[in-house]
């Protein structure tokens, strides 16, 4: 049989390639699986010194790069299905047995199981054709943490030495779960982060977990979720509606303004420039009295709060946060009684222009100023600004709550 290209692609596996090798009868294996990669070490260990452990596949080199493995190992045929099938005694059963109490054992971090499922194995293993399998397994498992447990018959050859493994890696389910567990990494310092928060809002953030992820996942997660494509574009941190808080790679200083989300101050009721203006101005204020590093944000929004509304109102931003983290669905409601109580104007004149469908800030900044050149022309002065008492305010009838874009599932939490 003429000898394939060097680097001829020959197969694939859950966790890497098979190419073809530089001399006949060598394969090039890459892997990602660490697993795998432990065991091809110790089995080149074990050949360098002359006594190569038997049913495992030869191997002659191994090359390691940053979290892969290039491998050269001898070429086997994996044995057929057929072949497998002819083989449907005990053992073969023991066999696919022992590789689910490995698996799930190891997924739910179950020790008992897990040396229940080598147990099963290695009396599998300890007979006929399977006994040289079974000697190599033991030998890997003895200088290994983590033994392969991808015992089946796509992983297996017939050789002249009997059953050989070439493949002695995790399955397939381990290593998308080992991988997810990689990428999706908890939030740095959420405790102590929302500890800050509640301290200043009176109110301790609910989310049921935080998890730092790249930007596919992130993407893919938000879109599901209703937002589009360029919407997520600059997204630094998610709210799910399963109560998870996901922070993109690299963001992670999105925890804090997250956390002000979770412990209540959205846009429910409130328009997303003020509610994005408030979480950021209230992270803000968390960052210094704590003396954080802190990446800012939202820098309009939050000068929108800090030097017109919260003046307007007669609140500072932590009264103001704690406005609506007590009662986000009355929040905007609330907001409103009070700019007409300290600024004269009818409630629902200013409801309209802080509520959800208020797209911009442009309608609040404009009434402002109306009231204010009202009140000179006057020459009246301004109402004096009573410390404020909340909640204060009945919540308002649903009839004026404002509608929510069905796209974007409620609540519509953070970006
Ligand atoms: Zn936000």
Redesign the pocket.
């Known amino acids: 049989m003429p000898q394939a290209r060097i680097g001829a692609f020959l197969g694939r596996g859950n966790a890497g390639a098979v190419v073809a090798g530089p001399m006949s009868r060598l394969v090039v294996k890459w892997t990602t699986d660490p697993v795998e990669v432990g065991a091809w070490l110790a089995a080149v260990t074990h050949a360098a010194r002359g006594q190569p452990l038997p049913g495992i596949a030869r191997v002659f080199d191994v090359h390691l790069g940053h979290r892969e493995a290039a491998v050269v190992r001898e070429e086997v045929t994996p044995a057929t299905s057929a072949r497998w099938r002819s083989l449907e005694d005990m053992d073969g059963i023991a066999l696919r047995r022992a590789a689910r109490l490995i698996g799930v054992g190891r997924l739910c971090r179950h020790g008992a199981l897990v040396q229940a499922g080598l147990d099963l194995r290695d009396r599998a293993l300890a007979q006929g054709a399977w006994g040289p399998m079974g000697v190599g397994l033991r030998a890997l498992a003895a200088v290994t943490p983590a033994a392969p447990s991808d015992v089946r018959a796509g992983n297996v050859a017939w050789t002249e030495q009997g059953y050989t493994l070439f493949d002695p890696g995790r399955t397939p389910l381990e290593t998308l779960v080992a991988g997810r567990g990689e990428a999706h990494k908890r939030c740095p310092n959420a405790t102590a982060l929302g500890r800050a928060v509640r301290d200043l809002l009176g109110k301790t953030p609910s989310y049921a977990d935080c998890r730092v992820v790249g930007p596919r996942d992130l993407s893919a997660v938000m879109q599901a979720h209703g937002w589009s494509k360029d919407e997520i574009e600059g997204t630094a941190?998610f709210h799910t509606q399963d109560d998870s808080i996901l922070v993109l790679q690299g963001e992670e200083w999105s925890v804090l303004?997250?956390l002000v989300?979770a412990a209540g101050v959205i846009d429910v009721s409130l328009a997303p420039w003020l509610a994005?203006g408030l979480?950021?101005a209230v992270a803000q204020l968390a960052a210094a009295k704590n003396r954080w590093a802190h990446h800012t944000t939202y820098a309009d929004e939050v000068a929108m709060i800090r030097d017109r509304l919260c003046p307007a109102l007669g609140m500072s931003v932590q009264e103001l946060g704690r406005l609506v983290a007590s009662d986000p669905r009355g929040a905007a409601q609330a907001i409103a009684a009070r700019l007409a109580q300290n600024q004269g104007s009818p409630v629902d004149s200013w409801l309209k222009v802080i509520r959800q469908d208020a797209s911009t800030h442009h309608g609040l900044v404009t009434k402002l100023r109306s009231v204010r050149y009202n009140r000179e022309k006057k020459g009246r002065a301004p109402r004096s600004t009573m410390p404020p008492r909340w909640p204060f305010l009945d919540k308002e009838s649903d009839a004026h709550r404002p509608p929510v874009n069905p796209l974007k599932a409620p609540p519509t939490w953070?970006?």
Request: no cysteine; glycine share 12%.
């Open positions: 941190g303004h997250e989300h994005e979480t950021e953070s970006r």
